[in-house]
């Protein structure tokens, strides 16, 4: 470390110890305290080293402001840019960040070793549900009592159920024994921000297709409740065959 550089971070940590503050805002404009900058165009290019009031005096010229931008630098750093519009445009890439970043989770989905085939099937849709979406399945086979000495029950529905979803998840850690549990972790395929986006796509695609035809979601209804009634006078008809006979 440098002695100038020891001397600016000694000064800052005295400053805070008093009672001041860092700030994460830039310096701009009349707030700039040096005697000379390295100058940035408005459009990237090398102005040079000048002196302070020439760059405020090029900045007014240009209707813009003078933005410190590597304060440590020596002589420090300036652009000539909008700071307000580049305030705005940083908060907005900063935000569609957020809405784009991706958070790991991990569901859980709990089995018994002679589960039935219906509650098996309701099972294996939350899996694949939850590896469209992108996430990871923790999948846990309970034992009680005498099933505790029967671990290939559990071992083979684990193998059953990743088979099952081969196409959507791989399993990431194979089945262990943990305790009266038998665990096993399937990983999706697609990464979470892929499942987001295509989620995305396809909500914009319903939006525009009901938009494009507002009338079709209601026909689509009646067409189904009348399929219901139809459904429904059939399923009677033999009933009421049956007791006339």
């Known amino acids: 470390m440098s002695s100038e550089t020891y001397a600016a971070v000694r000064q800052t940590a005295v400053w805070c110890y008093q009672g001041g503050s860092i700030s994460a805002e830039p310096r701009i404009n009349d707030r700039i305290r040096v005697p000379e900058v390295r100058l940035v165009g408005p459009s990237g290019e090398q102005v040079g080293i000048v002196p302070l009031a020439k760059a405020l005096e090029l900045a007014q010229e240009y209707d813009l402001d003078l933005v410190e931008v590597a304060a440590n630098a020596r002589p420090p750093v300036c652009k000539l840019m909008d700071y307000g519009k580049f305030k705005y445009e940083s908060a907005m890439k900063a935000r569609e960040a957020r809405k784009n970043q991706a958070h790991t989770v991990i569901k859980e989905m709990k089995l018994r070793p002679k589960i039935d085939p219906h ?122 065959a049956s007791a006339e006979a």
């Open 119 to 240: 509650d098996y099937d309701t099972k294996k849709g939350h899996v694949v549900r939850f590896l469209k979406q992108g996430d990871k399945v923790k999948i846990t086979i309970m034992f009680r009592g005498r099933e505790q000495s029967r671990p290939e029950l559990g071992y083979r529905l684990l193998q059953r159920l990743a088979e099952d979803v081969a196409d959507l998840g791989f399993v990431e850690s194979n089945p262990k024994q943990d305790g009266r549990n038998m665990i096993m972790v399937l990983g999706p395929h697609k990464k979470k921000t892929e499942a987001m986006a295509e989620a995305r796509e396809a909500q914009a695609a319903r939006k525009a297709e009901a938009k494009a035809n507002p009338g079709r979601s209601q026909n689509a209804a009646d067409d189904d409740i009348d399929g219901d009634v139809d459904a429904t006078e059939t399923a009677e008809a033999p009933a009421e």
